[in-house]
Every structure is written in structure tokens, then in C-alpha cells.
Nanobody, 124 residues
């Protein structure tokens, strides 16, 4: 059984940066794609970014393209989200997800495991 542990959330000012980390722990690890989703109060869980585990192909929501960068460290079973040029509308709880086999990497229903979430707050 794998669990995902997130860190790096916090408070930033508009235009600032944060770096989120997600580390998979457990005896074994397998993945088709890892991703970051976010959920603001009263909103549905929203796709942010994904990375294909084997090949490193990346996918981004239009709202974060050019500002956020997803990356992985296969040796550490870790995925990261570098967030630059933050905006108040980026404020949300950010969740790391592990998709074992689905090509539909932008869909929350494709993900088999989720982290506990980490709060990101951006002030104006």
C-alpha cells in the first residue's frame, strides 16, 4: 500500500512563489501519472498539472500554464509543483494524486490515491 505525503504549502503574496512536494511511501510504488489538483471553498476539485511517470510528459491547466511547473524524481518517488507568479485565485487546498493506469490524466476520477492536501493561500 502506498501513501502520498505532501508538504510546502503556506502563505505567499501575489507575484511570489511556492514549491510543493509529494512523496510516495510504502513497500512498493507504481504509477502511470502523478498529478496536482486543487479545491477552493465551494468549488469542485480542479485539475492543475500532471506528469506521465515513465516518460515525463507534462500536462497543465490553461490557468496555470507558464506559471507552474510539475516535475518528478523517480529515484525518490516524488513529484513537485513549482508555483511562480502566484495570484490570489490560486488560493486552494492542493492535492497530490497517483493514477495507476488511466490515459485520462486530467480527470480526478482517474486517480487511485490522494494525499491529505496542503493549503496554499495567496494574498493580494
Amino acid at each position: 500500500q502506498v501513501q502520498l505525503v505532501e508538504s510546502g504549502g503556506g502563505l505567499a503574496q501575489a507575484g511570489g512563489s511556492l514549491r510543493l512536494s509529494c512523496v510516495a511511501s510504502g513497500r512498493t510504488f507504481t504509477s502511470y501519472a502523478m498529478s496536482w489538483f486543487r479545491q477552493a471553498p465551494g468549488k469542485e476539485r480542479e485539475f492543475v498539472a500532471a506528469i506521465n511517470w515513465a516518460y515525463g510528459r507534462t500536462f497543465y491547466a490553461e490557468s496555470v500554464k507558464g506559471r507552474f511547473t510539475i516535475s518528478r524524481d523517480m529515484g525518490k518517488n516524488a513529484v513537485y509543483l513549482q508555483m511562480d507568479s502566484l495570484k490570489p485565485e490560486d488560493t486552494a487546498v492542493y492535492y497530490c494524486g497517483n493514477n495507476l493506469r488511466s490515459m485520462e490524466v486530467r480527470a480526478a476520477t482517474s486517480y487511485d490515491y490522494w494525499g491529505q492536501g496542503t493549503q496554499v493561500t495567496v494574498s493580494s
